[in-house]
């Protein structure tokens, strides 16, 4: 794996999708809502065991920027505002790879949770 890395990161003109194509060729359409809900920060995967927060109302986020994090990374800032990821070669490989295995696990624990995808409404 250390010796596949991206040489494309290309964020979708609406801003929902980042395409990340490897060094083997393979390519991937990675969903801003999957890049964020999943995203590798201590504040959703926690400091340890069985301290994943499961987040919801993410559906309609987007891809605000993306910053280098030395020759292995990428920072991704959101448009809520969340920016606290780094997203190492392999988990951006493993997210293309497993993506919506680990999408619908996610589904599974908002449904479980009483939660949605959906954000909140707003009240007047």
Request: aromatic share 8%; charged share 25%.
């Amino acid at each position: 794996m250390s010796d596949i890395w991206p040489t494309e990161l290309r964020v979708s003109k609406d801003r929902h999708t980042l395409n990340v194509t490897f060094s083997d060729g393979t390519a991937y359409p990675l969903p801003a809502e999957t890049m964020r809900v999943l995203s590798p920060s201590a504040e959703v995967q926690g400091h340890g065991p069985g301290q994943k927060v499961t987040v919801p109302g993410k559906r309609n986020v987007g891809i605000a920027a993306i910053t280098p994090a030395g020759n292995y990374a990428v920072r991704i800032r959101f448009d809520d505002g969340h920016d606290s990821g780094i997203f190492t070669w392999p988990y951006l490989r493993e997210l293309g790879e497993r993506g919506a295995e680990l999408f619908a696990d996610y589904e599974r624990d908002l449904t479980e949770k009483g939660f949605s995808r959906d954000p909140p409404q707003r009240t007047r």
